[in-house]
């Protein structure tokens, strides 16, 4: 069973903070990063932000960079992202996946999909 769980998510208000943590229950070792997505309604999937498991390397979408945070907990098969000062336009669901092959930014460079967690922001 490799499939994320992704957890954390919830209504807030603008201004507002929330931390998700995906947990994968087995380590992809052939993975070089985990990524977060997200996917508001009548949307296409984002980025988000991306780590890499073994380094220190990450990335973030332009619209999120300076407010949310993307670190790891390598001992125990976790990705968190910290999203602070949240807006209107964070509202969608969030994903996390395993990266296989292919630019980081990308949705189809990703696998192993988990099942969502529903972040609401009012304004």
């Known amino acids: 069973q490799v499939q994320p769980v992704e957890v954390g998510g919830g209504y807030v208000q603008a201004g507002g903070s929330l931390r998700l943590s995906c947990t994968v229950s087995?380590?992809?070792?052939?993975?070089?990063?985990m990524g977060w997505f997200r996917q508001a309604t009548g949307y296409e999937r984002e980025f988000v932000a991306a780590?890499?498991?073994?380094?220190?390397?990450?990335w973030y979408a332009p619209s999120v960079a300076g407010r949310f945070a993307i670190s790891k907990d390598i001992y125990n098969n976790t990705v968190y992202l910290q999203m602070n000062n949240l807006k209107p336009e964070d509202t969608a669901v969030y994903f996390c996946?395993?990266?296989?092959?292919?630019?980081?930014?990308?949705?189809?460079?990703?696998?192993?999909w988990g099942q969502g967690t529903q972040v609401t922001v009012s304004s």
């Open positions: 780590i890499s498991w073994n380094w220190d390397d990450t």
């Open positions: 996946a395993s990266h296989r092959a292919g630019g980081l930014r990308e949705a189809p460079s990703y696998e192993h």
């Open positions: 087995q380590r992809i070792y052939s993975s070089y990063a």
